[in-house]
């Protein structure tokens, strides 16, 4: 009965949600609705004016019975004889009443758009509010106006692929609106074609905004459209009679300008140079809220008759001035604008013989007399004084190959902006190509902190080719990477979904969506994806105190309105007293407090917050690659085994899984070429302790990621192995000398060991070194001078290795592929045998003889326990209880001992249970058997039970 109410529950809470979700969509639309008809005109023509072409028309182009018209039709009008009929003078303006979502039929897919009839006399600002409140577009980065001819045309075929594809990619990566006159005929079909070969997902059709401004009294069934938020089929079929034109389905909004005409073409014209000019004047912000240009317009030019040579000479006449890109070879007035470019001169006069050539082009492409060849030829010689605004494209001519390359380059041209803002565009239109070629020119000086801020906004992008590009330019990454960015950089809204916010939530209760994290917070969060005994930097009392300072300088410099030189010059990070090789905070300037590794840093916070391609590039720039691969081998798989105990989406899991088998993949193709090219050194360079990951190895960093296939490799094996035997060197009946030589002790001297240069490249302690460095040097002591001295000679190369180990071992590409002091040197002198006392010490010490040992005495122990519990039980403790003592003591001293060498609270647990699967407790044992032989003895003592005591033991 309880389950069924709570499933009853469930579904009316599910329903409830449902319906307020419902009523909210609802109440959008109705705010939409009633501002559109509060702020949105159309155009009826109210008096009917005959057109002196057809006296039964009125000059609007309705006949008399489709008008809406104050006054009669006769000569008592007082508009009959006021000569031609004007829009603005004949119309009036009402409500809109065409408005809502067409859905194109007949094709593979149902094609939507949003629609809306609008007065030509419409207020850009309205026009602009219309497209990004009203129907959720953003501000646009760039605006591109394609113009051309209104009749069909043919393109070439390879210039119709070069224009498909450099529009798209130009609209793609740069965020822009592309404007065209909406119809399906001429250029707008054109466009329209270029966008149906990317358009037939949705999801890529959401990216692309393509905007139709079309002539209402142009539309074929514009009376299928009349009505209010309404969705209306609209079929592209025509009559071949019909002198309408049909909307092209590829666009995703279309502004149907109404002048109160109809069958005319250019009631837009106005209204969209008017919504052009607005749109540039509306300022771009970044991310970071800085205000850079305007919103940069360039207008292509593709094929057109004499009025695209108008309109070409209205945009590079404009001001501010509007580049033109027109594409050679796609016919009519674009060739003669590309003719006249090519020969005329930089005042925009050309040769006699040239000049009478082109009008006579002129004459024969535009079917003109004398006369009208020469206006336009003198519109065509106004439009070359503005030479440098207009650039031709041509297809495989000069470094443009593309048109999208063509148009970028025109606007950077133009735009008379520093090369901070250039370069802000360029990284608004993720063109890092364009960036290369015209920003990046030699000579090119960038004042202080410029590239730092775009380094900042490329990482919060997750541009990577920028980043790429910025290092390239020698941006240095350790005066870059501060603390406040480094914590800003968490904290950027912009980038890829990830599972951040849950992951801090588990340390932070009742956190705020809009929560701010911290560096605290992230060191939290590593410390628990990592597991064991990891101890991010982050969380460090000393680096909490440098922090802290830091910050609140930061927030002291960010109220006074300068958080921009707080972040370049507050660097400082750790201290010497805990990072060895990074400046204290009183050892030099501000700009010197610095991450001697940023790239760890930055690969980490790529990794947490799933910027995979980010965390890849990272991943190849710094220090340490093998073992950066395995902490966000590590990091993806704790987070994905995160996200699915917080019930995510499976797909998230699945991501996060293949993320973490990429790096894994990574780290053991690395090792596996470290292995060809040097065994010795990349054994090393597993039980290297690493500084920077809590001094960790690389081969202990695979076991917590449970990387199976890197431990199972070869040069893993073998390590192990070596380090399993010590400084023995056997390779047959192991198991056989080692149990000899525990039994028989002399048998010892039988084995054979490893030498002195040898036990020198095995992993070892700081106390191992040290005494095969007084080994060392009392050997030499002992030695004749002329020995020594040539054995100076062999032993340099040895400590040049030595120094390397400490110092270099962290990037083991730079290592293995350069020849440094990590040669064949110390093989090549004479091996040193080991000392009697040597070779006791490390056959007792290595880990196969400690194994053996131990399983002895715990069977021992295992003996003397039972005996003295089940066979005889001595008033006075025997020497067997007293073994049994010491090895539960030692026992526990050992686990107390790997207890403080861990450092880690979570290391105690884990001892707890070892031991439990020993079937012992470290303090449970000792105690236990110790209470019950004292309680038993004293019943033994005190109580005559002679009879009974014989009958247990017969028992027994």
Not at 29 to 57: G, M, V, Y
Not at 627 to 655: G, S, T, W
Request: proline letters at 4%; hydrophobic letters at 40%.
């Amino acid at each position: 009965m309880e389950s069924t109410r709570e499933i009853v529950s469930i579904g009316m809470r599910t329903t409830t949600s449902t319906d307020s979700f419902i009523v909210s969509n609802r109440d959008g639309k109705d705010a939409q609705k009633s501002w559109i008809e509060k702020n949105i005109t159309k155009k009826e023509c109210a008096h009917f004016l005959p057109s002196s072409k057809d006296s039964e028309r009125c000059g609007c182009g309705r006949v008399y019975t489709r008008h809406f018209f104050l006054g009669v039709r006769d000569s008592e009008s007082p508009l009959m004889n006021e000569g031609h009929w004007s829009s603005t003078r004949h119309t009036l303006s009402m409500k809109t009443d065409a408005f809502g979502m067409v859905e194109f039929q007949g094709g593979p897919q149902t094609d939507k758009a949003q629609y809306i009839r609008l007065s030509i006399d419409t207020r850009p600002e309205l026009i602009q509010q219309l497209l990004t409140q009203q129907w959720g577009l953003e501000l646009p980065k760039l605006v591109i106006s394609i113009h051309g001819g209104i009749a069909n045309f043919e393109l070439q075929p390879k210039l119709k692929r070069m224009f498909r594809k450099g529009l798209l990619k130009a609209a793609k990566t740069t965020g822009a609106w592309i404007l065209t006159g909406g119809t399906n005929t001429g250029v707008s079909r054109q466009v329209g074609q270029a966008l149906g070969d990317r358009l037939s997902i949705s999801k890529i059709k959401k990216k692309m905004v393509s905007i139709g401004i079309a002539p209402w009294g142009m539309i074929e069934h514009r009376d299928d459209l009349v009505g209010r938020d309404v969705v209306r089929p609209y079929y592209s079929i025509k009559s071949p009679k019909s002198k309408y034109a049909l909307l092209n389905s590829k666009h995703s909004y279309f502004l149907l300008v109404d002048n109160g005409t109809v069958g005319k073409f250019g009631a837009e014209v106005l209204l969209r140079k008017k919504l052009e000019k607005y749109i540039s004047q509306q300022k771009i912000h970044s991310r970071s809220g800085d205000v850079s240009c305007g919103v940069p317009i360039v207008c292509v030019i593709l094929e057109g008759g004499p009025n695209m040579i108008r309109t070409v000479l209205e945009y590079v006449t404009d001001t501010p001035p509007v580049p033109v890109v027109v594409c050679d070879g796609s016919g009519r007035a674009a060739d003669i604008i590309a003719f006249a470019h090519k020969f005329a001169a930089d005042d925009g006069s050309m040769l006699s013989s040239l000049s009478e050539q082109l009008v006579i082009i002129i004459e024969k492409t535009f079917h003109y007399g004398h006369e009208q060849a020469q206006r336009l030829y003198s519109e065509l010689m106004q439009c070359m004084k503005k030479k440098g605004l207009i650039t031709i494209f041509r297809m495989g001519e000069g470094s443009i190959q593309d048109i999208d390359q063509a148009i970028l380059t025109a606007l950077l041209k133009i735009l008379k902006t520093s090369a901070v803002d250039q370069l802000n565009l360029a990284l608004t239109w993720n063109r890092v190509d364009i960036a290369r070629s015209e920003i990046f020119v030699y000579g090119q000086e960038w004042p202080d902190g410029a590239l730092d801020r775009a380094m900042m906004e490329a990482l919060a992008s997750d541009r990577v080719d920028f980043v790429k590009l910025l290092l390239e330019n020698g941006i240095n990454m350790q005066k870059f990477l501060t603390i406040p960015r480094l914590e800003e950089l968490y904290n950027v809204k912009c980038g890829p979904p990830n599972t951040l916010y849950y992951l801090v939530s588990d340390f932070k209760k009742h956190m705020p969506f809009n929560y701010q994290y911290t560096l605290i917070d992230i060191g939290l969060v590593e410390e628990s994806l990592m597991g064991g005994a990891y101890r991010s930097t982050y969380t460090r009392r000393k680096f909490r105190v440098i922090y802290n300072r830091t910050m609140k300088r930061f927030d002291k410099l960010k109220i006074s309105g300068r958080p921009n030189v707080m972040a370049n010059n507050l660097g400082s990070v750790y201290s010497t007293a805990f990072l060895p090789g990074i400046l204290d905070l009183a050892t030099g300037p501000p700009e010197s407090h610095i991450f001697l590794n940023p790239f760890h840093e930055l690969l980490s916070w790529a990794v947490l917050t799933k910027r995979q391609k980010m965390a890849l590039f990272l991943w190849q720039q710094g220090e340490e690659p093998m073992a950066k691969a395995l902490i966000a081998c590590r990091l993806y798989k704790a987070m994905a085994h995160e996200a699915a105990q917080d019930d995510l989406e499976v797909d998230i899991c699945e991501e996060l899984r293949q993320y973490s088998r990429e790096f894994g993949r990574l780290a053991l193709e690395l090792l596996d070429q470290c292995y060809k090219q040097d065994d010795d050194l990349t054994q090393q360079l597993l039980t290297y302790e690493l500084l920077n990951w809590s001094n960790q190895t690389c081969l202990s960093l695979a076991f917590a990621a449970n990387h199976r296939e890197f431990i199972a490799h070869t040069c893993c094996q073998l390590l192990l192995t070596d380090m399993w035997l010590g400084g023995l060197r056997m390779r047959k009946s192991t198991t056989l000398k080692v149990i000899s030589g525990l039994l028989i002790p002399p048998t010892i001297l039988m084995l054979e060991f490893k030498t002195r240069e040898e036990l020198q490249l095995m992993p070892q302690t700081e106390e191992e070194h040290l005494e095969l460095e007084e080994d060392s040097d009392s050997e030499a002591s002992s030695r004749d001078p002329e020995e020594e001295v040539g054995d100076e000679v062999l032993d340099s190369p040895e400590k040049d290795c030595q120094q390397a180990t400490g110092e270099h071992t962290n990037n083991a590409s730079r290592l293995l592929c350069e020849e440094g002091p990590f040669n064949r040197a110390t093989f090549e002198k004479k091996p040193t045998p080991l000392r009697l006392s040597k070779r006791i010490y490390e056959f007792y010490t290595s880990p196969i003889t400690k194994f053996w040992q131990y399983t002895f005495s715990y069977f021992v122990f295992m003996i003397f326990f039972n005996y003295t519990v089940l066979v005889k039980m001595q008033p006075d403790p025997s020497w067997m209880e007293y073994y049994c003592y010491a090895y539960v003591l030692t026992l526990t001293v050992e686990k107390m001992r790997e207890v403080w060498d861990a450092q880690s609270c979570a290391y105690l647990i884990s001892a707890v249970v070892e031991s439990d699967a020993d079937g012992l407790s470290p303090m449970l044992p000792i105690v236990c058997f110790r209470q019950y032989n004292q309680s038993l003895r004293t019943s033994l003592r005190n109580c005559a039970f002679g009879l009974v005591r014989n009958g247990i033991y017969s028992i027994v």
